[in-house]
């Protein structure tokens, strides 16, 4: 079957960093998106890995390594605007969004 | 704005009565999807149509049915609610269902089966 895990939540502080994790297991690979979703409101597409390495946005980045199955988001400079879920999700062989549970990012003061 | 417009932000149905939930879109994406999204749980597709004319199941297709008439609206109907189908339910849409676009999604609606 499909699968995609990534933690369901972690806490980070203001100003710091951290790295959200997702692995993956799907039918075919047409890359790996990263979305922003903020309490009741609709997912935000941040960004899109397809070849292996690292994309940067700003103070967002994420790496992709497709012989591991693995991703991760890293979020700098962390503010408390950025308290969100963040869902991982892979476009498979059929070119459907296989979409992770999410992972609830709490940022203290 | 473009964008996807859904309609409404939030129903409360009794069980057993149907309802349309209605989207829009106004960019010409060729792909558009609907899916419901439950605590704990990822997205879950319920419909997709690559194109006008054309409509797929997705994960959870059964009690909701599709339309795609044209490129711009794609109504969900629910024939007959039952307390399961209590969730938010999204709307997206993407240039053409591949390729580095990303999916647009639409506000949601809040629907509530009793």
């Known amino acids: 079957g499909q699968n995609i895990d990534q933690p369901t939540e972690m806490t980070a502080t203001e100003g710091a960093i951290v790295q959200i994790n997702c692995t993956y297991q799907?039918?075919?690979?047409?890359?790996l998106f990263w979305y922003q979703q903020h309490a009741g409101e609709a997912p935000t597409f941040l960004s899109y890995n397809v070849l292996d390495g690292l994309e940067e946005k700003g103070r967002f980045s994420s790496f992709l390594s497709r012989s591991k199955g693995y991703s991760y988001l890293l979020l700098k400079e962390l503010q408390m605007k950025d308290s969100a879920s963040y869902l991982c999700?892979?476009?498979?062989?059929?070119?459907?969004?296989?979409w992770g549970a999410g992972t609830k990012l709490i940022i203290k003061p | 704005t473009a964008g996807i417009t859904q309609a409404p932000t939030s129903q409360i149905l009794a069980a057993g009565r149907s309802m349309t939930l209605r989207c829009t879109q106004d960019m010409r994406h060729n792909a558009m999807y609907w899916y419901r999204q439950d605590l704990g749980l990822g997205l879950r597709l319920i419909h997709y149509?690559?194109?006008?004319?054309?409509?797929g199941k997705g994960e959870v297709p059964d009690g909701y049915s599709v339309s795609r008439a044209n490129t711009d609206d794609f109504p969900l109907t629910l024939a007959s609610a039952v307390p399961s189908q209590t969730s938010v339910y999204f709307c997206a849409s993407s240039f053409n269902g591949e390729g580095d676009y990303g999916y647009t999604f639409g506000s949601g609606t809040r629907l509530t089966v009793v």
């Open positions: 999700a892979v476009m498979d062989s059929n070119y459907q969004l296989i």
């Open positions: 799907t039918s075919g690979f047409n890359g």
């Open positions: 149509s690559n194109t006008a004319g054309t409509t």
